[in-house]
């Protein structure tokens, strides 16, 4: 996707805010009408993140 303003990329390794966890991003995506971008991680894969719940390592 072009000019993308997401803050993580698919592959990148980062931490749960909520528990400290390390998770890897298996996919992003852009929710339109929230007007905020999703991640789904490796490590659950049946749960999404909204970016203010992720942090850089």
């Keep these: 996707m072009k000019n ?3 803050r993580y990329i698919n592959g990148q390794t980062v931490n749960i805010k909520e528990t400290g966890e ?3 991003i ?5 929710v339109k009408n929230m ?8 490590e659950y894969p049946g749960t999404f993140y ?3 719940e992720l ?3």
């Design 35 to 42: 007007k905020r971008y999703s991640y789904i991680v490796k």
């Design 22 to 24: 390390v998770v890897t």
């Design 26 to 30: 298996l996919k992003w995506q852009y």
């Design 50 to 52: 909204f970016e203010e």
């Design 55 to 57: 942090q850089d390592l």
């Design 4 to 6: 993308s303003n997401n």
